[in-house]
């Protein structure tokens, strides 16, 4: 089916650019065919001719703006019931105390599937078209994971969550040994598999090293060896993490899951806010990145994640809402969180401090680049065809209307640029202001 969209299309190829096109896109079998820029004579023609052939067309009003859908590199999707809940405790009390209690609940597959049939519509309304997900530790909710994310249509990679140490998880919320959690996971790979959507991907996911004995995360380093399936985990979070690291295997966090195989082209390292330089220089060369979930970190890691230092060290990075340990699922809004923390890092926060000393200079981020993050950045992550509308790649977009009635976006042409626009956009937008999504050139607006 051959698809054309019409409208004002603003993204970010680089963390420091932002483009503005009136285009139309030509999308052929899911695919971007080419992107007509109508301000040339030619673009205008062939813009014309492309709407006119395409099996079906949209033409965005003008004050409806066209985007790359967004890449949200940290989710985990049993947690969705406790969203904004618990969030003052520290991170040991509250996984044992709020998380581990929901997680174990998704044993029953029709608990689990009512959740997952509210989640993943309500993370399309809101323009997130991937979802990397951490599912709970049973085989069974996280296929019924995957086949709601193909059902629905949203881009995803879903990893059933292992872990089996007996010290720091619950007896009744574990792996019973370490080879049964290689050998579901295994198995987890091979039913995303016969979910049988293109869409769909599963990714290896020990929780963090904490929850995994030295077996599991040597068994599941030798299962992403052996599959090149992707993989995913926490990674020096807090002091509490970073210190354990150091404890348990005499090294930061990083050093110790790249001695299990586990730090490899495509792996999701989750906050990352303690790394070190070495660290940073051990990520980049893996071609590993890191998933920035800049409201949770204020609640859990003690630290602001140092974006524009990991970047200039070469290490990819895109944004995760990390829910429900960041309250705001929507991640047009974690990126004004993301702008905010790198204020707060660059400037300091505490006052007896002089201003020399106070904070981290060159740290501030803008909305395009986080926006950059959200879309560019974290699909090169993951490297997945998306987050960008350029040919060659998956047509996976939002277009956000800056002109509904009651809407939280006002624009003022004496002072408006398109740049203003885009950043009012990025900022204010809700779900109630995003009038179509695409995944793959098929429409999925709930």
Known sequence: ??????????????????????????????????????????????????????????????????????????????????????????????????????????????????????????????????GVYHSSNHLEATTALARTCARYGQRALVGRVAMDHPEDTPEWYRDATAAAGVDASAASIEAMAAVGSPLVEPVITPRFAPACTDALLQGLGELAEATGVRVQTHCAESDWHCGYAQERFGSTDPEALDSFGLIRPRTVLAHSDHLTDSDMALVAGHRAGVAHCPLSNAYFANAVFRVRRALAAGVGVGLGTDISGGARPGLLGVCQDAVTVSRMLEDGVDPALGTAERGVPESRIDTVTAFWLATAGGASVVDLPVGLIEPGRRFDAIAVRTDRPGGSIRLWDEFDDAARIFEKVVRLATADDISHVWVDGRSVKP
Do not use: C, K
Not at 7 to 23: C, E, F, H, K, S
């Open 1 to 130: 089916m051959t698809l054309a969209v019409a409208g004002t299309l603003m993204q970010t190829p680089a963390p420091d650019l932002l483009t503005v096109t009136d285009a139309v896109v030509e999308v052929q079998a899911g695919a971007i065919a080419a992107v007509h820029d109508r301000s040339t004579p030619e673009g205008a023609a062939a813009g014309r001719q492309a709407l006119a052939s395409a099996a079906e067309r949209v033409e965005l009003d003008p004050g409806t703006i066209l985007m790359p859908g967004l890449v949200d590199l940290h989710i985990h999707a049993p947690q969705w019931p406790q969203l904004g809940t618990g969030l003052d405790l520290p991170l040991e009390r509250w996984l044992v105390e709020y998380t581990f209690p929901l997680e174990a609940r998704y044993a029953d597959l029709e608990f689990a599937a009512t959740v997952w049939n509210d989640l993943v519509p309500s993370l399309l309304a809101m323009g997130t078209t991937t």
